[in-house]
């Protein structure tokens, strides 16, 4: 995976199968990917790019919370988390290969999720049934320090939750 030919859309699919991997391995059924999701979490990991750094409010009309972004893309009511962060491009200067796979890549990200009290909690919810997924290239201030910013949302409708304790809206 190189700034030169890096597929946003790959990425997002290893994210996907990586979260229902370690889903899986927590004991947690493995969630539905969602297309009003995937559009969702597009709509911020691309204005992420344009603030340079992970957070969950836009300052854009009808975007501002993760609530507004989901319905925007059609879903309406239920429970929803969002999880999002940067992460560097590249491996460490002193590693042999400085490019990860996308699926090395997938499983870095997603152990930096899992580091986070609060982005686990959303990630091994068992109330989430689906989720979106989505990461675009980015840097900061400059060119060399390539980033990728990435962004899941979880949902689910209150006839989907099947009794599990759905907790509070994610980080």
Not at 8 to 24: C, M, T
Not at 104 to 117: D, K, V
Request: proline letters at 7%.
């Amino acid at each position: 995976m190189t700034p030169e030919d890096f597929d946003h859309g790959l990425l997002a699919r290893a994210i996907f199968e990586e979260s229902n991997r370690v889903r899986a391995a927590h004991g947690v059924p493995a969630l539905a990917r969602e297309p009003a999701l995937d559009a969702a979490a597009d709509e911020q990991a691309s204005y992420l790019v344009l603030a340079m750094k992970a957070q969950h409010s836009n300052p854009f009309p009808g975007a501002h919370t993760v609530r507004e972004r989901v319905e925007r893309a059609g879903l309406q009511g239920g429970i929803v988390a969002e999880n999002a962060l940067w992460i560097p491009l590249l491996r460490s200067a002193g590693s042999p290969n400085r490019y990860y796979s996308y699926s090395e890549y997938a499983a870095f990200l997603l152990a930096g999720w899992m580091n986070s009290p609060g982005h686990r909690a959303n990630l091994l919810n068992p109330a989430f049934k689906r989720t979106g997924c989505a990461c675009r290239f980015g840097h900061a201030v400059l060119a060399v320090d390539q980033r990728i910013y990435a962004t899941q949302v979880f949902f689910t409708t209150s006839y989907e939750t099947d009794g599990a304790p759905a907790g509070a809206p994610g980080p």
